[in-house]
């Protein structure tokens, strides 16, 4: 069977060749240092779990949660291969978003699937940056990758992307989790000022 990349429905993220260049917020530079943004390009990041949403799919499946364990395994690993030490180990977010006092701040609803809660928990682990995501399915051919990189000192949505999927489930997932973790690297390695994908030069 033949996989295909769909164009993203909202900020683009996974662009195949000949692809027009995504749409991604760009952080003006002011920060120390002889990189772009206001970060250090060593900040460390706290990266959660994926969530799964298949509400409005029009066929609901127990397997349907290994997408989302899968964008969570490939998140975490690609970002710790290329981050090293500045991805935070999984157990300590794990830990510290499932606390009472992240819960409470999350209205009782998993840390991951609120923004300000992730922020919170970044901050008391120390980190720069969190980074969320969202596995949503259509249908058994068509899923949705939603994934955001948060600066915890302001609460900002630095890259916000989502990414239409289609073809074999966990292929695309693994693909697209991937091209959103090396956005994430680059990002964070220029101090938080998002880049044009694929090339490497600071969005205008």
């Known amino acids: 069977m033949t996989l295909s990349l769909m164009r993203p429905v ?4 996974l662009v195949l060749a000949l692809a027009a260049p995504p749409k991604v917020r760009a952080q003006a530079g002011s920060g120390p240092g002889p990189f772009a943004g206001p970060e250090l390009p060593s900040a460390t990041v706290a990266v959660f779990p994926a969530s799964l949403y298949n509400e409005q ?3 609901r499946e127990p397997s349907d949660t290994a997408q989302a364990a899968l964008a969570t395994e490939v998140l975490r690993q690609r970002l710790r291969e290329r981050l090293g ?3 935070l180990d999984y157990a300590a977010v794990d830990s510290a978003a499932s606390a009472p006092a992240a ?3 999350a209205g009782g609803i998993a840390c991951h699937l609120r923004v300000a809660c992730a922020v919170e928990v970044g901050r008391t682990l120390g980190a720069r940056w969190v980074v969320l995501a969202k596995v949503s399915k259509t249908s058994n051919l068509i899923w949705l990758l939603s994934a955001q990189l948060v600066r915890v000192a302001t609460g900002e949505i630095v890259l916000d992307d989502s990414t239409e999927l289609k073809g074999d489930p966990a ?5 697209g989790t991937r091209i959103f973790a090396d956005r994430v690297v680059r990002t964070v390695r220029n101090g938080g000022v998002a880049t044009n994908f694929p090339n490497a030069s600071p969005t205008p």
């Open 10 to 13: 909202s900020f683009a993220v």
């Open 57 to 59: 799919a029009n066929v």
């Open 85 to 87: 030490g500045q991805a």
């Open 103 to 105: 819960l409470a701040l």
């Open 171 to 175: 292929q695309m997932v693994r693909v």
